[in-house]
């Protein structure tokens, strides 16, 4: 069906329909706020209250969001970064660069598993303090509840453990690997992994209601480290930058591209490739079954669809019913997109 249900909509009217959309969920009580723009054309747009305390201050297109998991993506980049320079098997046991996780040798769970969501860890938490050497002595010892690749089960542990195979394989903590190997390649200036704390552009979000430019999630806020599960804080400028490249396929080697865009676990429905997620289930639907797209729980969702060449980033500050905010972006990408259906 892909294609099928666009229009011939100019881009203004375009925008015009997404920005209605936006007011309507924000006058709804769904978000605060938001910022939107496609991937290759046309402007940032941005609706909608950046903050309301102290005081009103409106979104603007460098406003910064707290990216909470849709975050997990730069993970996984940087593990496909090392894969495609020949320093990371994706099929390789997690304890070959892990070896003192509680597992050990006969550990069958491979890094593809994690990365998928297939590695048989639940998403308990177990890790939580900011005491760091029980963070890692807690994660560290955390055991799968079921066999790798029974089923996906969403665990913020998966990607943890992804952030530290990266920081081992290359000697770099995970912020400063992004920054030089990804963001910076990119030109990616406004994104980072480490809080930046109150500032005029940082996003005031909800969950749970946090000063803004601190990390919302609590394990990212209590841990005194950057971790792979996500919390980064960017601009919609910068991901159009992420999502431009995995389009273009230009940066990196083509490896990289074909490890994070090609299905690797399809079971029960769920369908996820190396960091994204595939379903159908929360897929706009303009798009074909090529699509990667990722949320994160404070409002935010990215799709990239290397089929049809369509790219947005729809970054919000979400207010309301987690589900309902999640069809809500996607419904702003469909306008975007000039779905009708």
């Known amino acids: 069906m892909t294609n099928t249900h666009k229009t011939t909509a100019s881009l203004a009217s375009r925008i015009d329909d997404a920005t209605r959309e936006a007011q309507a969920q924000i006058d709804s009580g769904l978000i605060q706020g938001a910022v939107f723009a496609l991937g290759d054309e046309g402007p940032v747009t941005a609706v909608g209250w950046q903050r309301v305390k102290p005081e009103k201050r409106p979104m603007t297109p460098g406003s910064r969001f707290d990216m909470a998991s849709a975050g997990k993506t730069f993970t996984a980049s940087c593990c496909a970064i090392l894969a495609s320079q020949g320093r990371l098997d994706p099929d390789a046991p997690l304890t070959r660069y892990l070896p003192e996780h509680a597992l050990g040798p006969s550990c069958a769970i491979t890094v593809r598993d994690l990365a998928t969501h297939a590695s048989g860890f639940d998403n308990s938490k177990p890790y939580n303090s900011a005491d760091a050497s029980v963070f890692l002595h807690e994660l560290m010892h955390k055991l799968p509840v079921r066999s790798r690749q029974e089923a996906f089960e969403y665990a913020c542990s998966n990607f943890i453990l992804l952030g530290l195979i990266v920081e081992r394989i290359s000697g770099k903590g995970l912020e400063e690997f992004a920054a030089q190997q990804l963001w910076s390649l990119l030109g990616m200036t406004n994104t980072q992994w480490t809080a930046p704390g109150d500032g005029p552009d940082e996003v005031e979000h909800w969950h749970p209601n946090r000063t803004p430019g601190l990390h919302n999630d609590d394990v990212c806020y209590n841990c005194p480290f950057p971790i792979g599960s996500g919390?980064?804080?960017?601009?919609?400028?910068?991901?159009?930058?992420?999502?431009?490249?995995?389009?273009?396929?230009?940066?990196?080697?083509?490896?990289?591209?074909?490890?994070?865009?090609?299905?690797?676990?399809?079971?029960?429905?769920?369908?996820?490739?190396?960091?994204?997620?595939?379903?159908?289930?929360?897929?706009?639907?303009?798009?074909?079954?090529?699509?990667?797209y990722h949320s994160g729980y404070t409002g935010q969702s990215i799709c990239v669809d290397p089929e049809t060449g369509f790219s947005a980033a729809v970054l919000t500050s979400r207010s309301g019913d987690w589900e309902q905010a999640y069809q809500g972006r996607v419904r702003i990408m469909e306008k975007l997109a000039g779905f009708i259906g």
């Not at 960017?234 to 490890?259: C, E, G, H, N, W």
């Open 231 to 292: 919390s980064c804080f960017s601009t919609v400028p910068d991901m159009l930058k992420f999502l431009r490249d995995i389009l273009a396929r230009k940066q990196f080697a083509q490896s990289y591209y074909d490890l994070i865009g090609s299905c690797g676990f399809a079971k029960n429905g769920a369908r996820r490739s190396f960091g994204w997620d595939m379903t159908a289930a929360h897929r706009p639907r303009h798009c074909s079954g090529s699509a990667i």
